[in-house]
């Protein structure tokens, strides 16, 4: 088996080159960029810089494949054995590509070996589970306005194209391209240029599960040429995608004159809203969770903390001092809680997003710039921020920074409450905090997003669908229904009469005529 990496083609000793992984061949390109590990800001390796030829070539492979039959004709039972595979080797390999997310992606050790990995390794089960499970063939009725019988099937799309973003890149290219791959169909992934090393590890392992050739290929390059052209070319049939509303709308826009099938999981502005009887021990360190899970880098984040009047004061004085108590530092160290940013782009944006927020009238009252001390003199690091005093007008309020920013709202009823939470153009996550579940239920119904968390959050389930109302995308990913989005519906009928004068064929044709 031919490994990713091919040492001999890079100059720094010792620095592995990643090539993109195109019709079952380790394919390299004139091109490279070095990856940077977002804690040290040091080289960890290189990769080939692809172009809009590599994708034309990887679509060209996967359609190959897919007409071919080789994968798509598998019965469902065998496609989830290659599965179960795949969750095998992931399980044996889970410290090594658990310390590769530290130094890839800057996760704390702990966040990457449980999330990073344990949930690509929940989801791909959960996939092969449900390939097994699938009616991929179910009877329709026998109907009697013309005697017949009806069938429906579930068939593969064809070529599906995967975009994965930076911050959780194994996990995303397995929502992506496990989906697609169980129904039956051919993927392409094009990776983030920060990261693309997940993707292809998981080519290796696809590969050596058994996955035909040409059925799952990696490309790499900027998302302006590389990603957009793959959206537009006219042979791929699906597109899922996940990254800022942004781009989203382009990718909407690129993809419409094919009509292909679109998933969108774009940004979000998660309220956080604590009620008035929340257990404040619990709501706290849950609200800490929300936003700074992967130092506030998830698209889900609970970023608009929202307490009643009563509580504001005391629940902020709680929320600063647990805030003080937990550890910024080098990824690599178990003790360590919250990492770096991901890139000197992230750090500078963070840190503008910051400055108009205390531009605007908002009170910081943690954080707010770099850490001092021994180890950041290197990487890019960002302080949890918290800021008090803040209107829902606010910047802050209303942008999604991605980055470990708190903006705390104040209300005085709960109807307000609500009131801004649904004032934003997202709608992928919100929480409400409660020791009175029915309230909280009540609650979470008069909220418009796609995932509610109840005394919790970023409890992101297989068994669950996840995505966005209004502009935080369409479609959904995981949950029981989740190999819809990767497959078509086709409706055979089978007449029952034998006999045409008991068919509909008179009412164009008349009478026929006598023998």
């Not at 009643?308 to 080098?330: M, Q, W």
């Not at 089978?494 to 023998?515: F, I």
């Amino acid at each position: 088996m031919t490994d990713p990496t091919d040492k001999a083609a890079v100059d720094r000793q010792g620095i592995p080159h990643y090539r993109m992984f195109i019709g079952g061949e380790w394919v390299d390109s004139e091109k490279q960029y070095d990856l940077i590990n977002p804690a040290t800001e040091e080289v960890i390796g290189t990769a080939a810089r692809g172009t809009t030829e590599h994708a034309d070539a990887a679509v060209a492979a996967a359609r190959r494949t897919f007409e071919d039959g080789v994968w798509r004709d598998t019965p469902p039972v065998e496609r989830a054995a290659v599965l179960d595979r795949v969750v095998a080797t992931l399980t044996s390999r889970m410290d090594e590509l658990a310390e590769l997310g530290s130094r890839e992606c800057g996760f704390p050790l702990r966040l990457s070996q449980a999330i990073c990995v344990g949930f690509p390794l929940m989801h791909i089960q959960h996939y092969a589970d449900l390939t097994r499970g699938y009616a991929w063939e179910r009877p329709g009725p026998v109907t009697g306005q013309v005697l017949s019988t009806q069938l429906v099937r579930r068939e593969p799309i064809g070529v599906c194209v995967g975009i994965v973003p930076w911050n959780f890149p194994l996990v995303l290219a397995v929502w992506k391209a496990i989906p697609a791959l169980a129904a039956g169909n051919s993927v392409v992934i094009k990776t983030d240029e920060k990261t693309p090393i997940a993707a292809l590890e998981l080519a290796t392992i696809l590969r050596d599960a058994g996955l035909p050739d040409g059925a799952y290929n990696v490309v790499t390059g900027d998302g302006e040429t590389v990603g957009a052209h793959l959206v537009a070319h006219p042979d791929v049939r699906k597109v899922s995608f996940t990254g800022s509303t942004q781009v989203g709308r382009e990718v909407m826009r690129n993809a419409a004159d094919t009509i292909k099938r679109v998933t969108l999981e774009l940004g979000g502005k998660g309220p956080n809203i604590v009620l008035d009887d929340a257990d404040l021990d619990a709501a706290v360190d849950g609200s800490l969770y929300a936003f700074l899970l992967h130092a506030g880098q998830a698209c889900e984040s609970g970023t608009r903390l929202l307490l009643p009047s009563e509580l504001h004061d005391e629940f902020v004085r709680r929320l600063v001092a647990r805030l003080k108590t937990l550890n910024i530092g080098n990824p690599l160290d178990p003790a360590t809680d919250i990492g770096p940013v991901m890139s000197a782009a992230q750090h500078e944006r963070i840190l503008g997003y910051i400055d108009r927020g205390t531009k605007e009238g908002a009170t910081l009252v943690h954080g707010g710039g770099t850490p001092d001390g021994p180890g950041f003199d290197k990487g890019y690091w960002v302080e949890p921020t918290v800021f008090t005093d803040v209107t829902n007008d606010m910047c802050i309020a209303r942008e999604e920074i991605f980055g470990p920013v708190l903006a705390v709202l104040r209300y005085d009823s709960l109807d307000e409450a609500i009131k801004i939470a649904n004032d934003t153009e997202y709608g992928l996550s919100a929480g409400v905090w409660s020791q009175d579940v029915q309230r909280a239920l009540d609650v979470a119904r008069r909220l418009q997003a796609g995932s509610v968390w109840i005394n919790d959050w970023h409890n992101i389930s297989q068994h669950m669908p996840f995505g966005g109302f209004k502009q935080s995308g369409t479609g959904r990913e995981l949950g029981p229904d989740a190999l819809d989005e990767f497959t078509e519906q086709k409706a055979i009928t089978v007449d029952l009469t034998g006999r045409v004068d008991r068919r509909a064929y008179g009412l164009v044709l008349g009478t026929p005529p006598t023998a």
